[in-house]
């Protein structure tokens, strides 16, 4: 009964290559984020999607492409890619609305070489 | 200006003793405010959350916190640290001013000594 769940969990691929990580949740949310976590921990926001439609949209590389087909699922691809895309990249969902906090997913970790 | 500032990169406590991490944070409005945990190779779960109700706030695992908008801190306690306890501690805010998107801080690892 994951309540959200991202796949794969690890990903290894070379430079220039064009990878997809997939998410769902079936908390019944309404907003799914998008979160990388770089290798000194950091987390920040990369997208945020409410029903479907895009609300947050940070200085990501255009290489990176959020896919909504419906408000239960986020999928992040990324073309191009290059070793500073290595990093944890976590799906969250959360009601919409002020004051909510996010659920996450376990994270998938990236390996660009 | 930092919206969060976690004042410690880094927390040793032996098991048994009380542990605090320190968190600041920067709101011109009133914030929500968060303590995620991540044990090693796992995701981030909610320990508790703060939505301008009480301003202490008990969360999973015996953790509090306490919301001081005097000192503009969110400071996390727990009288007696377990092994298991040992992991990395994320305050987060989210605010009008910051889009009500979740802010993280940098984090805080805490080891706990036998």
């Known amino acids: 009964d994951t309540a959200v769940s991202q796949t794969p969990k690890y990903l290894v691929t070379q430079m220039g290559n064009d990878k997809s990580i997939k998410c769902e949740q079936n908390l019944g949310h309404d907003t799914m984020y998008w979160y990388k976590q770089d290798s000194k921990k950091f987390l920040k926001i990369m997208f945020s999607y409410n029903n479907k439609e895009l609300i947050i949209n940070e200085t990501v590389p255009n290489r990176f492409s959020p896919k909504s087909p419906d408000k239960a699922h986020l999928n992040l691809h990324i073309n191009s890619l290059e070793l500073g895309d290595s990093a944890v990249y976590f799906c969250?969902?959360?009601?919409?609305?002020?004051?909510?906090?996010?659920?996450f997913g376990q994270g998938t970790r990236l390996t660009v070489v | 200006a930092q919206s969060v500032t976690q004042l410690d990169s880094h927390v040793s406590v032996s098991e048994g003793t009380p542990v605090l991490l320190r968190c600041n944070y920067s709101?011109?409005?009133?914030?929500?405010l968060f303590w995620y945990v991540q044990h090693p190779n796992k995701g981030l779960q909610l320990l508790l959350k703060y939505t301008s109700a009480a301003t202490l706030v008990k969360g999973i695992n015996g953790f509090e916190a306490e919301f001081k908008k005097s000192e503009t801190s969110f400071h996390l306690t727990k009288p007696s640290a377990h092994m298991s306890d040992a992991a990395e501690y994320y305050c987060v805010v989210s605010s009008r001013e910051y889009g009500n998107k979740l802010v993280f801080g940098a984090g805080t690892i805490l080891r706990v000594k036998s």
């Open positions: 969250a969902s959360s009601p919409f609305g002020e004051y909510t906090e996010a659920f």
């Open positions: 709101s011109s409005y009133s914030p929500s």
